[in-house]
């Protein structure tokens, strides 16, 4: 049974730092890469950034780029998702998903084949 799980969510001052971990069951994980997106309720979800099957590359939007590191253990199985300098428009459900291109940026056009179900990270200013 594929699973995505995601922990480390929590409320945060503005400011502040935040690590996400997604522990990855029920498939090859160092086969695929691994995306980090969010979304607030109401809203669209939006893509935050990306990490290839190896780890060998990343890519971010702009708006977390210099804030957000995403990097893997693939001995573990998980993908991390720290975060710095928190501003509350940060303030979201972060979900990761998994996807199997081995393309070196897999954005929200890729075919994310599966999903965790997201903890919430809180900004508050």
């Known amino acids: 049974q594929v699973q995505l799980v995601e922990s480390g969510g929590g409320l945060v001052q503005a400011g502040g730092s935040v690590k996400l971990s997604c522990v990855a069951s029920?498939?090859?994980?160092?086969?695929?890469?691994m995306g980090w997106f969010r979304q607030v309720p109401g809203k669209e979800r939006q893509f935050v950034g990306h990490?290839?099957?190896?780890?060998?590359?990343?890519y971010y939007i702009k708006s977390v780029r210099g804030r957000f590191t995403i990097s893997r253990d693939n001995a573990k199985n998980t993908v991390y998702l720290e975060m710095n300098n928190l501003r509350p428009e940060d303030t979201a459900v972060y979900y990761c998903?998994?996807?199997?291109?081995?393309?070196?940026?897999?954005?929200?056009?890729?075919?994310?084949?599966?999903w965790g179900k997201g903890t919430l990270v809180t900004v508050s200013s």
């Open positions: 029920g498939f090859t994980f160092s086969t695929y890469g």
């Open positions: 990490i290839t099957f190896n780890g060998g590359s990343t």
């Open positions: 998903a998994a996807e199997r291109s081995q393309a070196i940026v897999a954005g929200p056009w890729a075919d994310y084949d599966y």
